[in-house]
C-alpha cells in the first residue's frame, strides 16, 4: 500500500521550532523507505495561484530526488467549474511547475454518468495520472466502463471504513475495463495498526491518516509521529 499526503504546507514552514521544513522531513522518509510508494499534494493557493513561485519549485524537486511523486491541487467545483477555467489551471501547473507527475482533482461527484464523462474528456486528452476525490463512496453509471483517472480517494471520513463500505465501494466499480486504485483518508484518529493491517491494506492502495480535527485544517501541518508509524507498517 501506498501513503496519499494531502500535503498543503508552504515548502519553508517549520513547525514548533523544528530544524526541518515539514517537506524535508517527508522528503528524509521517502529516502529511508524507498520501497513505499508515497504521492504528496501540493496547493500553493487553491490551485497554482498567480504564478511560479521558487520555493515551490525548489521543494518539488526536493521531494523528487527522494522518490515521492507529486500532484497539483486543483478544485474542480463538483465538475460545475468552466471546462476553459479548469484548462487553464492545468496549464499553469504544467507551465509553472513541470517536474509535478499528476493532478489531484478535488471537489469531484460522487456519481458519474455519461454527462459527467462528456465533461470530463479534457482529462482523457493526455496520460497525466489523475487523482480524484469525490471523498465518498464513488458511483458510476454501467453504461461508462473507461475512466481517465487512476486513483479515487472513496473515503475522507472521521472513522475507519467498515469492511461492508469497502465491499460496496469494490462493487460499484467492478464494471470497468480498467481497475482503478482506491484511496483512504482518515481523519481524527490515530493510527491503528490492527485495522490498517486487516481492514485497509487489502482493499485500499493508498491511504493516510492523521489526528487533526477538520476544523483546524487537517491538511495544512503534518503530525510526524503518525506519518513514522504509516511508513513502520507499510515498511
Not at 515548502?11 to 515539514?22: E, M, Q, V
Not at 499534494?41 to 526536493?62: C, F
Not at 471546462?83 to 501547473?93: F, G, I, T, Y
Not at 485495522?195 to 482493499?203: A, D, G, H, S
Request: charged content about 20%; hydrophobic content about 40%; some cysteine.
Amino acid at each position: 500500500m501506498g501513503i496519499f499526503i494531502p500535503l498543503y504546507i508552504d515548502p519553508n514552514h517549520k513547525p514548533g521550532g523544528s530544524p526541518t521544513t515539514d517537506w524535508e522531513h517527508l522528503a528524509q522518509l521517502g529516502h529511508d523507505h524507498p520501497a513505499i510508494p508515497v504521492m504528496a499534494v501540493i496547493n500553493p493557493y487553491n490551485g497554482p495561484g498567480p504564478g511560479v513561485q521558487e520555493h515551490y519549485t525548489r521543494g518539488i524537486g526536493l521531494l523528487k530526488a527522494s522518490g515521492i511523486r507529486v500532484l497539483g491541487y486543483l478544485p474542480v467545483g463538483y465538475l460545475k467549474t468552466p471546462s476553459e477555467q479548469v484548462k487553464s489551471m492545468l496549464a499553469d501547473w504544467f507551465a509553472w511547475y513541470p517536474g509535478i507527475d499528476g493532478i489531484f482533482l478535488d471537489e469531484f461527484p460522487s456519481s458519474y454518468d455519461q454527462a459527467a464523462a462528456e465533461r470530463c474528456r479534457l482529462f482523457a486528452e493526455t496520460d497525466t495520472c489523475y487523482v480524484i476525490n469525490p471523498g465518498m463512496r464513488f458511483e458510476v453509471s454501467r453504461k461508462v466502463t473507461d475512466l481517465p483517472f487512476s486513483v479515487v480517494i472513496s473515503w475522507e471520513n472521521r472513522e475507519y471504513p467498515t469492511l461492508t463500505d469497502s465491499v460496496i465501494q469494490l462493487d460499484a466499480l467492478s464494471h470497468l475495463n480498467k481497475r482503478m486504485e482506491l484511496g483512504c483518508l482518515v481523519l481524527e484518529q490515530r493510527v491503528k495498526g490492527r485495522l490498517v493491517k486487516k481492514l485497509l491494506n487489502p482493499v485500499y492502495d493508498w491511504m493516510f491518516i492523521t489526528p487533526f480535527k477538520v476544523e483546524e485544517n487537517p491538511w495544512g501541518k503534518l503530525d510526524r509521529k503518525a506519518l513514522a508509524k504509516l511508513f513502520s507498517l507499510q515498511s
